[in-house]
Structure formats: structure tokens, C-alpha cells
């Protein structure tokens, strides 16, 4: 194996072609470590992006998860996720034959994410480099854009991994789509028979508040009503359920103020804007209530 080795580089030399700079550079990354509000199974599925990011950039040649996890078990080490200390993955790096180990640790409080990452010479025992990122932003964006930025701060090289462009609010800005698009202008139908147009403000991923003026028709009448919305979704995604609370007023007669808790779902675009959902829910009239009456409606909608 050596004398092959010997003659690649031999004759690599003679003929004036240049060996890939990671040729020599063998690294091994370690499990993140998880902190704060976030799951060892996150941490992991942090750690296997990151790697795969890495061997993308071919900066390092990677040892495999696999064989990394079987050297150490025969040498008694039972995880790495533990290892967070300079001492502890030097030791690991003698152990695997790398020059260089790679380990980071994730953390969350409430929507924030953060993640560390540092690279450590294993033979001088320090710190090569290291560097942190902050995401406001759902695991997806975190996955996305977040962490190919990281790798690309701690590599020190801007081509190493070539993420893909950033073509929505929600990359450019890691926030999730309500926040970065807070204002929805939609039209809304159904049954029975009414339309309107209106407006949500979001004042964050998971709470809006809309109003909206329509007709509600019947089989010789037209009544116009407006209506106020406080919304409530269940997660900060692009596809999220929700629950509202509709206030109808009718613009001829107020004694027939009705009411429409509503459960239903929308998606919202995060590059075009672009919205839909349906809802469905009773409508409710004081002092008289009709469980047959059934509340149904679609929309359409454009956030920005």
C-alpha cells in the first residue's frame, strides 16, 4: 500500500499534477453535544449534516461514522456525544490517526438555536479555530442554510460548500415565514354562501389578528358584514394549523352578531408569498344557536 502511495505521489510530481490539498489532512467529527432545550436525536441529526458538509467542501478526508464508531468501541469509548472537552477529543484523535478533530455542540432557548464549531489540531493539543452561529428559525432553516454557513466560517473558504441560493425571505433572514412575511392579503369563500377580502398582521409565527368585509348571500338578499379575527397557529412552519375565532358584524342589522371558532390550516409560501387554507367551524349566534348551521370556507391569499 505504501509503495502504491509512493508512486501516485511520485509520478504526480513528474507530470506536474497536484495532489487534492486534504490529501494528508485526515479528520473525524464528533457527535455535537446537545445543551438547553434541544434532543440528543437533534444533536445527531445536526452532527450527520455537518459531516456531510464537511466531505462536501473536500477540505479533510472524513473517516466514516462507522468505522470511527468501531475503532472506538474497541478501545472502550461507549459515545462521543460526552466529549466536549480539548483533552477528551485529542485523546480520540490518537486513537483514530487523524491530524484534525472536529466537534461542536448544539443548544436551543425557545426559537433560538445555537451552534457551535470548532476544529482542533491533535497533535499540538489546541484549538485551530473556532466559531458559533445563531438561528432564529425553525430546525428546517437551521439544516438549510444555517449550518452550511457555519461550516463554510469555520473552513475559512467561501466555495467549500455550495448552499443553495437563498431565494426566500424565510433563508435570507432565518425567520420563520410569518415573520418575515407578517402581512396576508386574501379573499375567502364558502358555504353558505358568503365571500369577503381582507387582512392578517402576524405578530410572530404562532399569533395574527385580521379583519375582513364581505356579503353573505341568500336566495333574494345580499347582507354585507364585516368581521374581526384574532388567530392562533399551532407551529411557525410554512404548512401550520391554526384555530380563530371569527366576530361577524352585519352592516344592516347588529342584533344578529354571530360568532365562528374555526379550525383549519394554511400554507404560505416562503419565496413567493403565495397563501391557501380551508377552515371549518359552527356559527354561533347568541341565544340562538343552530347546530346545523356548519361553517366552511377556502382561501387565497398574498403575504409580505
Not at 91 to 107: D, N, P, Q
Request: charged letters at 15%; aromatic letters at 10%; one cysteine or more.
Amino acid at each position: 500500500m505504501f509503495k502504491i502511495t509512493a508512486l501516485a505521489a511520485l509520478t504526480a510530481l513528474c507530470f506536474g499534477v497536484s495532489l487534492p490539498a486534504w490529501a494528508s489532512e485526515r479528520a473525524a467529527v464528533l457527535d455535537f453535544s446537545s445543551k438547553g432545550n434541544i434532543t440528543a436525536s437533534d444533536a445527531s441529526i445536526i452532527t450527520d449534516r455537518i459531516r456531510s458538509l464537511i466531505v462536501q467542501s473536500q477540505k479533510y478526508e472524513v473517516i466514516e461514522r462507522e468505522n470511527m464508531d468501531r475503532i472506538l468501541r474497541e478501545q472502550g469509548f461507549q459515545a462521543t456525544q460526552n466529549c466536549d472537552t480539548t483533552d477528551c477529543s485529542v485523546a480520540i484523535g490518537k486513537i483514530l490517526s487523524v491530524r484534525h478533530m472536529i466537534t461542536g455542540s448544539a443548544s436551543r432557548l425557545g426559537n433560538l438555536y445555537s451552534l457551535n464549531l470548532r476544529i482542533i489540531d491533535v497533535e499540538k493539543g489546541s484549538i485551530l479555530k473556532e466559531e458559533y452561529v445563531d438561528c432564529l428559525c425553525p430546525l428546517e432553516s437551521l439544516m438549510t442554510q444555517t449550518a452550511p454557513e457555519l461550516v463554510r466560517k469555520v473552513l475559512n473558504n467561501a466555495k467549500a460548500v455550495d448552499a443553495k441560493p437563498a431565494t426566500s425571505a424565510e433563508v435570507v433572514s432565518g425567520l420563520p415565514v410569518r415573520e418575515a412575511k407578517p402581512w396576508l392579503i386574501f379573499l375567502e369563500g364558502g358555504w353558505p354562501r358568503y365571500a369577503s377580502v381582507g387582512a392578517f398582521y402576524h405578530f410572530g409565527p404562532y399569533f395574527a389578528l385580521g379583519a375582513s368585509a364581505g356579503v353573505t348571500t341568500g336566495s333574494f338578499t345580499i347582507s354585507p358584514h364585516m368581521a374581526l379575527a384574532p388567530r392562533v397557529y399551532f407551529n411557525p412552519h410554512d404548512l401550520a394549523g391554526f384555530l380563530e375565532l371569527v366576530a361577524v358584524f352585519p352592516m344592516i342589522s347588529f342584533n344578529s352578531i354571530s360568532f365562528k371558532p374555526r379550525l383549519g390550516f394554511e400554507y404560505r409560501n416562503p419565496s413567493s408569498g403565495l397563501s391557501f387554507g380551508m377552515a371549518v367551524g359552527p356559527n354561533i349566534v347568541p341565544f340562538g344557536y343552530d347546530p346545523t348551521i356548519f361553517d366552511a370556507t377556502a382561501m387565497l391569499g398574498y403575504a409580505f
